[in-house]
């Protein structure tokens, strides 16, 4: 596909990177614009006004976690879904308006990514979620910060993402194995990650794009 405008995935340290993938709008590469220390991570799209479909939306989440699991040195600061801008020029404005808060933000979420945890009552009713909001203290020691998510369902007693440095992912993933034993079939975890840190970055960019 050959278009001159640029849709945004994300803002990494200044890198040369380029690589093929399913990207949004039915891109098949993913590359980097640079503007001084900072890097847009980009592809083409024949749009600056994408729709949001379950696809794209899907990619542009894919191509972040395909980001993090290349290179695992690698901080990301992610852009929300339907960023997209005339050229390199225009992007390049945002990198040079905005790096005093995507340097601020890739310092806050440095060498950490971001996973989620949901916990259901199994048996719809029974479980006393005072006592998993207790065991859940173990994931406290091996991540940064918790954001809670909304309990949607009277079934979700637990709904959080979680920040966690690289090297702590293993004790997080042995945390949480530990905790299925502990409550066994009375509960449903549902753990995802790793993700681009969505909710440990608050990025507001108001630029002609």
Do not use: C
């Amino acid at each position: 596909m050959s278009s001159p405008h640029l849709y945004l995935y994300g803002v990494i340290e200044s890198a040369d990177l380029r690589f093929e993938t399913d990207a949004v709008g039915g891109a098949t590469e993913v590359r980097t614009v640079s503007h001084g220390p900072l890097s847009g991570v980009v592809s083409d799209i024949e749009t600056t006004e994408p729709e949001r479909n379950d696809e794209d939306v899907e990619a542009h989440d894919e191509v972040l976690r395909e980001l993090l699991t290349r290179d695992e040195e690698l901080t990301v600061v992610p852009m929300r879904y339907g960023m997209a801008f005339k050229n390199a020029r225009t992007l390049k404005n945002l990198l040079r308006q905005a790096r005093p808060v995507l340097t601020r933000s890739l310092r806050e979420v440095e060498g950490s990514v971001e996973l989620g945890l949901k916990v259901l009552d199994a048996e719809d009713g029974d479980l006393d979620p005072e006592a998993v909001r207790s065991a859940a203290e173990r994931f406290d020691e091996v991540s940064e910060k918790y954001d809670d998510g909304d309990l949607f369902s009277d079934r979700l007693v637990l709904n959080r993402s979680y920040l966690v440095d690289r090297a702590d992912t293993d004790a997080f993933d042995e945390a949480v194995e530990s905790f299925r034993e502990e409550f066994g079939d009375d509960v449903i975890v549902q753990y995802s990650g790793p993700w681009a840190p969505y909710s440990f970055v608050d990025v507001h960019i108001g630029v002609e794009q």
